[in-house]
């Protein structure tokens, strides 16, 4: 029964990175139409970003956290104005071809930085446990799972309620009509990528006391896309429930079945889901009109 | 400028429009079977190595250059094929049978998923080709002494009227043989029926139904071809690597394969030669820019490859989405209509987001 | 009687888009439908064009039963159609465009064009006689090579009739064929639509704006207004209807000045 506990704990924290991994996905396709596979190699940069300041230059874990978060959504937006926006108007392929791209240059970039040396990212509560009732629970699990708790309210409150969220779903919906009622169109796509790297590099430093930082640590990316997949593509909730259900599944995978086949699980889950119902769990999108 | 008159229905879908176009494709038909004559046997090894990535290329742009579904995935047929292929000769199963049979694994596999693929575009079938690829991959590394696991499988090298296989000169041949057959169908393919339906997938899908092509069929034919010529490069490339391990075939050789495709330009076969030519060559190249760096002082630069093809794939989709074939034809065009040239001829018109989705 | 709708229906969430429409129309006529912008005009050439499932209602043509015919089917029936916002191949030449009209045609399987046999080459060359036929019909000859992206609008919307004919169809839809034409283009339109129907004996459904257009050359015209049937007659007729011009005007009695001038 404990084994149980631990092991849905560990599965949730990583489907929690996964799902927050895959709304960034998904905040980007539902603002811009725009496939961003670098999404993961986004999420190791953060990580990267925050091990500079936090380890590099002594900075108090929050704060290094706080900075790195800014200095992603600095680097998202730059990327939307540098790279991404040549690409509007271009067929979705061609952009999907690009971030894959954008995905191999930072990871290069991140291993001329940093090196090939997996690294540790230090965060005051490595190794600490919660106890109840003889089940231990790592820390770095549980706050996992609450950051991204935290996280997904801040941003559902951002869409409800601020201006600038409001604007940003216009804009997602229709962005010709977004853009002739006054809406920046431009400026929210960019905003969008800086969110949504934010969102990645938060990913990234909460996954990194679990895993190790390296620049291989994008690939999981792969599995985020498979959770937006799960959870229904274009959907926000759909996006973190399928995180959860991959995660989750991944973590007894790895246990109870054959060995290395929790690797995969993400995309047999994936296959059968898109046999059975290829919506996902949340329907969102449809077939274009005429 | 060539204007050509055209008096005949049948000239428009014959193979050469022209007699300049006969002279020339002629030329390069007789320089290929001599190259091998003129070059020291490592070079041979390389062309035939490109023919290999053309084979391949010339799969992957049938899907996704006319067909317009995008395969994150394509390092999977290619590792079917070869497997099947190592498998076979070593149960000693004749050449040529091993290749058809190879070939023909790796279109069922691709039938497969393309029949999955049919309800899916876009985000849902890149990223089902690349767990289909992943799941491959899991297959193969845990595939017991069919596949070798991690630690691979040697190839067997048969021999033909006592010429061992990857003998340079004969491995060259059969390779430039095969490609020339898989181009001659390609492009039998886009004059007829079958081709046309494929680009009317790719361009609108609603209309290519409207118009009587059967999605579903379509999308499957073309991804089991595509699978097909990929795992007959698979098949043929095994000879070459000789010890096939996972990492032969990792998700790297798939944007290799995508690489090739956009780099040559998307929609043209010439463009697969182009893209094979680049791919192929690009890690001699690599190496003499790493030799330069070392000249710097800049003595190693890890994942110079993996970058090197990512920042290509960029700046080629930024500066040049039509890649190197589209070059040439800008080129041509240049000098075909010298003082009219009009640069607006060829610039983008689209600078808004249409959209594919209804809310 | 060529094509028949009864009673067809669809929902699409909360709004009932098509509700209770039937219609019939005989060989030979120009049948129109009009009616206000989100009347479910399209939505019924989608639906005869199979690309919705009705939730209720049965379509036959020429007696058959096609309410569950797949879409990919409808067009070898001999059922054509164009779009509103034109749905070319836009990077493809007017010939190539064409050729994929004779799909429906095809007699070739995919090892004969992987070879391409001799059977072949004689289809292409039959495909391409056929398609000159529509060229010629409609005029496109100095456009044969063009690239349909390089063409105006106008030059556009008639490479997507005669892709449309190039199927030989017996029942052809067209979707508001003059949106986008100038006043010329559309009176020449208006000629076409005439041979059309004369020369080729092919029966012309379509949703049309344009009143002078569907007074023109209209058999006779159905009106629409939120996703039902107002009233089916002749063109005159309808543009008297007191029902339709309520529809049009939002319930005053006043009527349209657009439907006013057409009034023959």
Not at chain 1, 223 to 229: D, G, H, R, S
Not at chain 2, 199 to 208: G, H, L, Q
Not at chain 3, 168 to 182: T, V, Y
Request: aromatic share 10%; net charge neutral; with cysteine.
């Amino acid at each position: 029964m404990s084994e149980l506990l631990q092991l849905l704990v560990s599965g949730l924290s990583k489907g929690c990175v996964f799902g927050l991994i895959a709304l960034g996905f998904v905040l980007i396709y539902k603002a811009t139409e725009m496939l961003n596979f670098a999404q993961g190699e986004l999420m190791m940069m953060g990580a990267f970003v925050a091990f500079t300041f936090v380890n590099l230059a002594a900075m108090p874990f929050l704060a290094g956290f706080a900075v790195t978060l800014v200095v992603a959504l600095a680097f998202g937006m730059a990327l939307e104005r540098g790279v991404l926006r040549p690409m509007i108007g271009e067929p979705p392929f061609a952009v999907l071809m690009l971030t894959i791209g954008l995905g191999f240059v930072l990871r290069t970039v991140a291993v001329n930085i940093w090196g090939t040396d997996p690294r540790t990212l230090d965060v005051p509560y490595a190794g600490e446990v919660l106890v109840v009732r003889e089940v231990v629970f790592g820390y770095d699990n549980l706050i996992v799972i609450g950051a991204t708790a935290f996280l997904c309210g801040g941003l559902w409150l951002f869409f409800r309620r601020s201006r600038l969220g409001v604007a940003m779903q216009a804009a997602s919906q229709n962005q010709l009509a977004a853009y002739y009622s006054g809406v920046p169109v431009k400026r929210v796509a960019s905003l969008v990528w800086g969110i949504s790297a934010a969102i990645s590099a938060a990913a990234g430093m909460l996954l990194a006391p679990i895993s190790l930082i390296d620049q291989n640590m994008g690939f999981i990316g792969i599995k985020a896309f498979a959770a937006a997949i799960v959870g229904g593509f274009g959907s926000l909730p759909g996006a973190i429930v399928g995180g959860l259900l991959i995660g989750v599944s991944e973590e007894f995978a790895l246990r109870y079945l054959w060995p290395g086949f929790g690797e995969v699980t993400a995309f047999v889950i994936l296959l059968v889901m898109l046999f059975v119902r290829p919506q996902g769990i949340f329907a969102s999108l449809q077939k274009k009109k005429v | 400028m060539r204007f050509v008159l055209t008096t005949r229905y049948a000239q428009d879908v014959a193979l050469f429009r022209h007699n300049g176009q006969r002279f020339w494709y002629g030329l390069l038909a007789i320089a290929l079977l001599v190259a091998p004559w003129l070059m020291t046997n490592f070079y041979v090894g390389e062309a035939a190595m490109v023919f290999i990535w053309a084979i391949a290329g010339v799969g992957v742009m049938l899907l996704v250059g006319y067909t317009g579904l995008v395969s994150l995935g394509h390092a999977a047929f290619l590792a079917i094929g070869a497997y099947t292929h190592a498998a076979l000769l070593r149960y000693g199963v004749p050449l040529p049978l091993a290749l058809l049979l190879a070939t023909g694994a790796a279109a069922a596999a691709g039938a497969l998923v393309g029949y999955a693929a049919l309800r899916m575009t876009g985000v849902y079938l890149a990223v089902a080709t690349l767990a289909f690829e992943r799941i491959v991959a899991y297959l193969v590394e845990h595939g017991g002494a069919l596949t070798g696991g991690v630690r691979g499988v040697a190839m067997t090298q048969p021999q033909w009227f006592g010429i061992s296989v990857i003998h340079s000169h004969f491995f060259y041949y059969l390779c430039l043989g095969v490609l020339a057959l898989c181009i001659f169908g390609a492009v039998n393919l886009l004059r007829s029926p079958t081709g046309r339906a494929f680009v009317a997938v790719r361009d609108s899908e609603v209309c290519a139904e409207s118009m009587g092509v059967h999605l579903a069929r379509t999308k499957t034919v073309a991804f089991a071809l595509s699978a097909a010529l990929t795992g007959l490069a698979g098949a043929l490339m095994a000879h070459k690597i000789g010890h096939l391990v996972p990492e032969a075939f990792g998700v790297n050789v798939s944007i290799q394969l995508l690489l090739l495709v956009v780099v040559g330009g998307l929609g043209s076969l010439h463009g697969v030669v182009f893209g094979a030519i680049f791919v192929g060559f690009l890690p001699q190249i690599l190496a003499l820019a790493r030799d330069q760096l070392a000249a710097f002082g800049v003595d190693r630069v890890p994942g110079l490859e993996v970058g090197a093809y990512g920042a290509i794939l960029v700046l080629f989709l930024i500066f040049e989405p039509l890649g190197v074939y589209g070059r040439w034809l800008k080129i041509r065009a240049w000098f075909d209509e010298f003082p009219l040239y009009r640069k607006a001829t060829y610039k983008k018109q689209k600078s808004y987001l249409r959209t594919e989705r209804v809310h | 009687m060529l094509f028949e709708a009864r009673d067809l229906s669809i929902r699409f969430g909360g709004v009932h888009a098509v509700r209770d429409v039937s219609f019939a129309i005989e060989e030979g006529e120009v049948f129109s439908i009009i009616g206000p912008n989100g009347a479910g005009k399209t939505t019924v050439f989608n639906l005869i064009s199979r690309f919705y499932d009705p939730d209720g209602g049965t379509l036959a043509f020429r007696g058959e039963d096609i309410t569950s015919t797949p879409a990919h089917h409808v067009a070898e029936l001999g059922i054509a159609r164009t779009f509103q916002n034109t749905e070319l191949f836009e990077r493809e030449t007017v010939l190539a465009n064409l050729l994929i009209g004779r799909h429906v045609h095809r007699r070739t399987n995919l090892l004969k064009d992987l070879l391409f046999l001799p059977a072949a080459r004689r289809q292409e060359v039959a495909f391409r006689e056929k398609v000159e036929e529509v060229i010629d019909l409609l005029h496109l000859q100095s456009h044969r090579r063009a690239l349909v992206g390089s063409l105006p609008y106008g030059a556009r919307k008639m490479v997507e009739i005669a892709r449309a004919l190039c199927t030989e169809p017996r029942l052809l839809l067209l979707d508001e064929p003059s949106s986008g034409l100038n006043p010329e283009e559309t009176e020449d339109l208006a000629f076409w639509i005439e041979d059309i129907v004369a020369d080729l004996g092919v029966t012309i459904v379509m949703v049309e704006h344009d009143m002078n257009l569907v007074a023109t050359v209209s058999n006779r015209v159905l009106a629409m207004a939120d996703g039902s049937v107002l009233a089916t007659g002749e063109p005159a007729a309808i543009q008297s209807h007191p029902e339709v011009l309520r529809a049009y005007l939002g319930g005053t009695d006043e009527p349209p000045p657009a439907v006013a001038e057409a009034a023959p």
